[in-house]
């Protein structure tokens, strides 16, 4: 035994892997012990019974991982769960299902019923469980499907739009004011965020935070924003990539982390995930594999819903940020639908608990079924709700489509560039002539100064312009 010990730390013999239920089982016993809990003291809570010194090489492990520290050295050693593991940023409650009466949730279907019950059992019934790179690994794209064709077509044809000859972007952009509300909103009540849909109207259009509300709150909605817009005015750029989701992230994380630098970074410490028995996978260097892996996965899929789908499954499994992984994965499930210009997902009307319910199963049981109802279900009530603001608008103009980016730098410009009335009727009339064809010339100044004498405090987002830059300009254009 000596001997193969010796082999083992020279490298001539590589070690046995230690399975990652014996380590979770541990985490889980030590947790048990706020003081700090001995050999003696794991030996007799562990249901899997180990022998004292593989015990301990297996509590030594843990200590160089930094999932524990020892509290007290010496005869009457003790461990602790590490001060340092991060909290992520889900905290899921146990909710007691017997009894419950009117419980919001959605339709779902028989094998979502079985996750749902599940992880809907007490805590301590549920088996600790770590990541499994299995799951990742054993998605092919097109040739797995998370969605069966069935479902893919039906969402097909109630997210389908006219716009599918239109650069990217096209169909977003004309329900842009209120998929960023709607949007906004409902992700950061996913989170458990207190602001109403009207208390998030008057934040996002005028700037004004609700009274009696937590900053973070405010701010968590204002990060929304700008992630939207981010995939909204770079539609023809963005995809699953490094750039866009790295990006998404920070802006998302933005001013809410503790450390500043972690804003659209990869985690290089491990987190925890209060309320399941799900622990993330720790080491750096399987944390950026496995984000390259989803990135090119998601990539190589054809299908947009699909795409969207493993996009929810997948980024909040690995946890690849500090916190803030769910946002991330809710909007960047919307990459492929503003590309395709097909409907967006705005998780209006979700059940929390229902989503968090759907995510439990990926995370503990590696069942994509529930999530897969919640997700269903999501789309079509954003088809519903789209194709009803859609009809409010009426047909959209084809000129304004055509000349919809022009347009957008046009005005931006001149507010930005605080000009006047008659400063800009000279800008305008000379980068007209610059830029516009001259049989639309008289029709694009026209619409230009019709956008520009209709701007008020609460249709700028159209133009992402803060209230701060409308105000002032808007004093010299008056």
């Known amino acids: 035994m000596a001997q193969l010990e010796k082999l083992c730390d020279n490298n001539l013999i590589m070690p046995k892997k230690i399975p990652q239920n014996e380590l979770d089982a541990?985490?889980?016993?030590?947790?048990?012990?706020?003081?700090?809990?001995?050999?003696?003291?794991?030996?007799?809570t562990l249901d899997k019974k180990l022998s004292r010194r593989t015990l301990q090489r297996r509590l030594a492990h843990l200590v160089d991982q930094k999932r524990l520290a020892i509290a007290r050295r010496g005869r009457g050693t003790r461990y602790q769960i590490h001060k340092n593991t991060i909290k992520a940023d889900i905290v899921l409650p146990f909710i007691e299902v017997k009894g419950r009466i009117g419980?919001?949730?959605?339709?779902?279907?028989?094998?979502?019923?079985?996750?749902?019950?599940?992880?809907?059992?007490?805590?301590?019934?549920?088996?600790?469980?770590?990541?499994?790179?299995?799951?990742?690994?054993?998605?092919?794209?097109?040739?797995?499907?998370?969605?069966?064709?069935?479902?893919?077509?039906?969402?097909?044809?109630?997210?389908?739009?006219?716009?599918?000859?239109?650069p990217a972007g096209t169909y977003v952009q004309q329900i842009f004011n209120r998929l960023l509300i709607d949007l906004s909103w409902n992700?950061?009540?996913?989170?458990?965020?207190?602001?109403?849909?009207?208390?998030?109207?008057?934040?996002?259009?005028?700037?004004?935070?609700?009274?009696?509300?937590?900053?973070?709150?405010?701010?968590?909605?204002?990060?929304?924003?700008?992630?939207?817009?981010?995939?909204?005015?770079?539609?023809?750029?963005?995809?699953?990539?490094?750039?866009?989701?790295?990006?998404?992230?920070?802006?998302?994380?933005?001013?809410?982390?503790?450390?500043?630098?972690?804003?659209?970074r990869l985690?290089?410490?491990?987190?925890?995930?209060?309320?399941?028995?799900?622990?993330?996978?720790?080491?750096?260097?399987?944390?950026?594999?496995?984000?390259?892996?989803?990135?090119?996965?998601?990539?190589?899929?054809?299908?947009?819903?699909?795409q969207a789908f493993f996009a929810m499954v997948h980024m909040p499994y690995l946890q690849p940020f500090e916190d803030v992984n769910k946002r991330v994965s809710r909007l960047s499930a919307n990459i492929p639908l503003i590309c395709r210009n097909l409907c967006p997902l705005s998780f209006v009307d979700v059940p929390d608990r229902a989503y968090i319910d759907g995510i439990l199963g990926v995370y503990e049981l590696n069942r994509i079924e529930l999530l897969r109802d919640v997700f269903v279900w999501a789309y079509e009530?954003?088809?519903?709700?789209?194709?009803?603001?859609?009809?409010?608008?009426?047909?959209?103009?084809?000129?304004?489509?055509?000349?919809?980016?022009?347009?957008y730098k046009?005005?931006?410009?001149?507010?930005?560039?605080?000009?006047?009335?008659?400063?800009?009727?000279?800008?305008?009339?000379?980068?007209?002539?610059?830029?516009?064809?001259?049989?639309?010339?008289?029709?694009?100044?026209?619409?230009?100064?019709?956008?520009?004498?209709?701007?008020?405090e609460g249709n700028i987002a159209r133009y992402r312009l803060r209230p701060s830059e409308f105000e002032v300009w808007h004093k010299n254009w008056k």
Request: include cysteine; aromatic fraction near 6%; charged fraction near 25%.
């Open 381 to 407: 009530r954003s088809c519903a709700r789209y194709s009803a603001v859609r009809q409010s608008l009426g047909e959209p103009d084809p000129f304004r489509l055509r000349y919809r980016k022009t347009i």
């Open 187 to 264: 992700s950061s009540r996913l989170e458990g965020n207190t602001y109403s849909l009207l208390e998030t109207e008057r934040l996002l259009e005028l700037g004004e935070s609700a009274e009696g509300k937590n900053a973070m709150e405010a701010q968590m909605i204002l990060n929304h924003k700008a992630a939207i817009e981010l995939l909204v005015g770079q539609a023809t750029e963005i995809g699953f990539n490094r750039y866009t989701i790295l990006n998404l992230h920070a802006l998302l994380s933005n001013n809410l982390l503790g450390d500043p630098q972690a804003c659209g």
């Open 410 to 456: 046009f005005v931006d410009t001149v507010v930005k560039g605080l000009m006047t009335k008659r400063e800009a009727i000279r800008w305008i009339n000379g980068k007209t002539k610059e830029s516009i064809p001259a049989e639309h010339r008289a029709r694009f100044i026209e619409v230009i100064e019709t956008e520009l004498s209709s701007l008020h």
């Open 267 to 306: 985690r290089n410490k491990p987190v925890e995930i209060g309320g399941t028995v799900y622990h993330p996978l720790e080491v750096p260097q399987l944390v950026e594999e496995c984000f390259q892996q989803i990135c090119d996965t998601a990539t190589a899929i054809h299908d947009p819903f699909e």
């Open 26 to 44: 541990i985490l889980e016993a030590v947790s048990q012990f706020p003081e700090g809990a001995s050999v003696k003291d794991l030996s007799e």
């Open 103 to 166: 419980e919001g949730y959605v339709p779902i279907s028989l094998e979502g019923k079985a996750v749902k019950e599940a992880v809907r059992l007490p805590i301590q019934d549920r088996q600790p469980v770590g990541y499994k790179r299995s799951f990742l690994d054993a998605y092919r794209p097109n040739e797995s499907f998370y969605l069966p064709g069935k479902i893919r077509r039906h969402l097909l044809k109630l997210g389908h739009s006219n716009e599918n000859e239109q």
